[in-house]
């Protein structure tokens, strides 16, 4: 897929998942969704993977690798966005907590992977966050006092790093893994960390309506199926510091529709934060970088804790 339709669609795609959340949310638990999609996911993924002859890791280490980075990946992020959004965290807060993913991205990328940093990607980045800060600023100027949510802070910020450190982890020690198969072992990791949670912390109880039924087939079809397999493709033949630079478009694109969608207001503010965010990507990927989506995950943080706000809101 060429390099710019493959980064474009994904965002499209990690867009929803805010809207998949606004439907699902009221007819269960938030780790209690989660824990159905990692499900449904390994389900079909699983028996592809089989079946297309896909290449299992050989080594127990190499097993371990790839449930830890699930966990990382899926349980911890995931998990830990949509808990500290129902314990306190505004979207907006929790959007620039997100938008912070990029800047620790570059710093280890260097280090850990040898990837060379030049000022015109740390002006992409800083562009970015600055039209992140600018997209959800609405969001931050509603935001009350934050003295009693100190825990599910520390919870959003333990999230961003889970999903940064996933994708460094990825590229550096998973890189040879068969997708196929590390997708579906990252799902099983999920699960394990997600599953006992859901059980302990909530009653696992779903009401399920066709509303619930097509919120949770789109997120394992387009976002735990399409969306994964894209970004995991992207990871393996991109650099990931380039990567983390998407996370700066997923909060416009999920603002534009919450506009299409929703009808909620779209500021002059807004607007000129959407414009930043892709000069900053733009500027982050230059000379034709192949540009991939470990960032967009951690966008996701902006998509789902979005939906959380939303449904804690009045229609």
Known sequence: MPSLIAPALFVLMWSTGWVVAKFATPHAGPLTFLTLRYVCALALLAPVA?????????????????????????????????????HGVPA??????????????????????????????WLGVGLGFLGVAAVVAPKLAAANDLSGALLPLGVNVLAMVAVAAATLHQKRSLGGMDLKALASLQYAGAIMLTAPVALLAEDFHVNWTPEAALALAWSVLVLSIGAIMLMLAMIKRGEVS??????????????????????????????????????????????????????????????????AETLRRPA
């Not at 620039?96 to 990328?109: C, N």
């Not at 930043?276 to 192949?290: F, R």
């Open 50 to 86: 089989f079946l297309a002859g896909a290449r299992w890791p050989r080594r127990p280490s190499e097993w371990g690798g790839a449930l830890v980075n699930g966990m990382m990946l899926h349980g911890l992020y995931l998990g830990g966005v949509w808990w500290a959004i129902a």
């Open 92 to 121: 907006g807060v929790s959007a620039l907590i997100a938008a912070l993913q990029p800047l620790f991205t570059v710093l280890a990328a260097g280090p850990l992977l040898g990837e060379r940093l030049t000022p015109k990607r």
């Open 242 to 307: 380039r990567v983390a630079t998407l996370i700066f478009l997923v909060p416009p694109v999920a603002v534009l529709e919450a506009f299409l969608l929703f009808g909620e207001t779209l500021s002059a503010v807004q607007l000129l934060g959407m414009g930043l965010a892709a000069a900053g990507v733009v500027l982050a990927n230059a000379k034709g970088a192949p540009a991939s989506a470990e960032g967009c995950i951690a966008a996701a943080a902006r998509d789902d804790e979005d939906a």
